[in-house]
């Protein structure tokens, strides 16, 4: 499926509500598209919009109005929250506790996770735990290794986390639910990552040209060997 149109960003997550309705985040406009890739909805909004969830009628989108991959003080990190239907903003909370910039969102658990950059040089990642009223509850520390600018996707599938990271190659991240058992892998999720059935998830994907960037979603299965493993 693709997205219609060209942006000013790249594409920085996807998420899908119960009906399959597809929400993309292209850095400084919010999409809504129905199953056959028609826009039902479209937003501008402040940058950097990262990924983003879909939870009981709401959109949760990370977002840093700072910097990225900078020591502790730098970032501007947030959750913002749009009406899912309209994409219209109803609520935005500060979540000073990711330090390095909130990149990514999942819902599990009935908690929101965080996660976001990571400065050169540090050899972990970072959850951030969250209630539904985005009071703090607790960081958890991801034993993966340094990853280029830390982890920009984040979904809940399977009993897993799955995380999509830059790199080159670009690389997949999956642990337990508890953040622990690190498996890592050269995937390429990190524009987006959603899981729609056991085994089964679309990936974000993109091209830059003159005109902007586009988005699309292109179906994968578990691979054993990979992670994941496109299909066609």
């Not at 990190?190 to 091209?207: D, E, N, Q, S, Y």
């Amino acid at each position: 499926m693709d997205c219609p149109g060209t942006y000013r960003g790249h594409l920085q997550g996807v998420c899908c509500n119960r009906q399959g309705d597809v929400y993309w985040s292209f850095t400084d406009r919010l999409v809504k598209t129905d199953t056959e890739g028609e826009i039902l909805a479209a937003v501008d909004a402040p940058s950097h919009q990262g990924d983003l969830c879909y939870h009981d009628g709401k959109l949760y989108v990370a977002v840093n109005l700072g910097q990225f991959n900078k020591p502790a003080g730098e970032a501007d990190s947030w959750v913002f929250v749009y009406d899912a239907e309209t994409l219209a903003e109803i609520a935005k909370h500060q979540v000073p506790e990711v330090v390095h910039g909130a990149g990514g969102i999942d819902f599990h658990g009935g908690h929101f996770f965080v996660v976001g950059g990571l400065p050169p040089g540090t050899d972990e990642n970072y959850a951030y735990q969250y209630d539904t009223d985005f009071k703090f509850v607790q960081r958890h520390v991801i034993a993966s290794g340094y990853t280029l600018m830390g982890i920009q996707t984040a979904a809940f599938h399977d009993g897993h986390w799955w995380f999509g990271c830059y790199g080159k190659p670009a690389e997949l991240l999956r642990t337990s639910s508890d953040f622990k058992d690190v498996k890592r892998w050269p995937y390429d999720a990190a524009l987006g990552i959603v899981g729609v059935g056991p085994g089964k998830f679309l990936i974000g994907r993109g091209t830059h040209s003159k005109e902007g960037h586009t988005g699309r979603l292109v179906p994968a299965i578990v691979d054993e060997a990979s992670g994941l493993k496109d299909i066609r």
